[in-house]
């Protein structure tokens, strides 16, 4: 098909299904010799099974391409750990590391369980941890590497999913703190905001307007994984892939600022703050107000 990866070796979590098992494919395809993570679960987390990720590896080898499965749980440190010492012990290098794992287990803030919040934020966030913990010590040494971790624009708030949102923006900063601190060793780190067709986005309850497949997502993961993209220095980035549709997420930074020489006071502030600082409009809370909107005409909303 391509070969963007020839001679790359790439790590996929979450590969067994939907998003990652694309990924996994298109890297096989474009030459890349990959390690097939998954540990098999439904999308609320439970009941794992090994079976998901000998399927695609028996996938990619059945097309002619090398791949190995590795039916780990990325929320463990020894987890992620194998995961990369799978891709040491039979093909000798890692050159890429795509964090795709995740579950879902929605709640409205004011009923969520720590039942519903730590497997979700242990999954998604400490699954890209432990990931590119390990990873990382095998790149830094090898100066060369690139991280990819796997956000959503849920990063910005959720009315029924603050663990999965809470989760998506702590990716974001370790994507950036991971593209930080091995800046000097060659390894860049990006993350992706996808948005396609899987049983995880299957039961979103609006009509998404801008949406794509699996596979518009795995293209852009193979260009971030290739040598063309860290040739072109892309990393610390935010990316959305719905579609036909790519988009670049600002950078945090501040908006305006004011000063008082001789401090702040509440009342200064009750003064002061509307006139000087004001507020950064949330287009998700606009978005909410018009879908309220909607549903109050009975009409089904956009998202
Ligand atoms: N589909 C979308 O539109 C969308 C939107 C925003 C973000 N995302 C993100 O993209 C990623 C992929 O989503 P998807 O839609 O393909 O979901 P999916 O449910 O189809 O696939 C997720 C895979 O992760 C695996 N997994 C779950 N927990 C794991 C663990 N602890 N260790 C290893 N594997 C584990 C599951 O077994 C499953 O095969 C997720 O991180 C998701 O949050 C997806």
């Known amino acids: 098909m391509g070969n963007f990866l020839v001679g790359k070796v790439i790590a996929v979590t979450g590969a067994g299904r939907g998003i990652g098992r694309a990924v ?7 030459g890349a010799r990959v390690v097939v993570n998954d540990y098999g679960v439904s999308v609320e987390g439970g009941e794992p099974s090994s079976e998901v990720a000998a399927a695609v590896t028996e996938e990619i080898t059945a097309a002619g391409g090398e791949a190995v499965a590795a039916a780990d ?57 432990t990931l590119f913990r390990a990873a990382s ?52 780190a990006n993350a992706v905001a996808p948005v396609a067709r899987t049983r995880m986005s299957a039961n979103v309850p609006m009509e998404l307007t801008e949406i794509g497949e699996p596979e518009d997502v795995a293209a852009f993961v193979v260009y971030l994984l290739s040598d063309r993209a860290r040739e072109q220095k892309i990393t610390g980035q935010v990316y959305t892939v719905a579609g036909p ?30 006139v000087t600082l004001g507020t950064d409009p949330m287009p998700m809370l606009a978005q909410l107000e018009a879908m309220a909107a909607a549903a109050a005409k009975g009409e089904r909303p956009n998202g």
């Not at 996994?24 to 474009?30: E, F, K, P, S, V």
């Not at 795509?98 to 919040?117: D, K, P, S, Y």
């Not at 950078?251 to 703050?273: H, I, M, N, T």
């Open 245 to 274: 549709k790519i988009a670049l997420w600002a950078q945090p930074r501040e908006v305006r600022a004011a000063y008082s020489a001789d401090g702040w006071s509440p009342e200064k502030l009750a003064a002061s703050l509307p």
């Open 137 to 188: 010590a095998v790149m830094r040494k090898q100066r060369s590497g690139t991280l990819i971790g796997f956000t959503s624009g849920n990063h910005q708030g959720s009315v029924a999913q603050a663990n999965y949102a809470s989760a998506k923006g702590g990716i974001i900063s370790l994507v950036r703190s991971a593209a930080l601190g091995l800046h000097k060793y060659g390894v860049t």
């Open 73 to 129: 749980d990325v929320a463990t440190m020894a987890g992620g750990a194998r995961i990369v010492d799978t891709a040491l012990e039979r093909y000798g290098r890692l050159d890429g590391v795509v964090c795709v794992a995740g579950i879902l287990r929605e709640r409205m803030l004011f009923n969520m369980t720590e039942e519903e919040w730590d497997p979700v934020v242990a999954t998604h966030l400490k699954g890209t941890f």
């Open 24 to 30: 996994a494919l298109a890297c096989a395809a474009h």
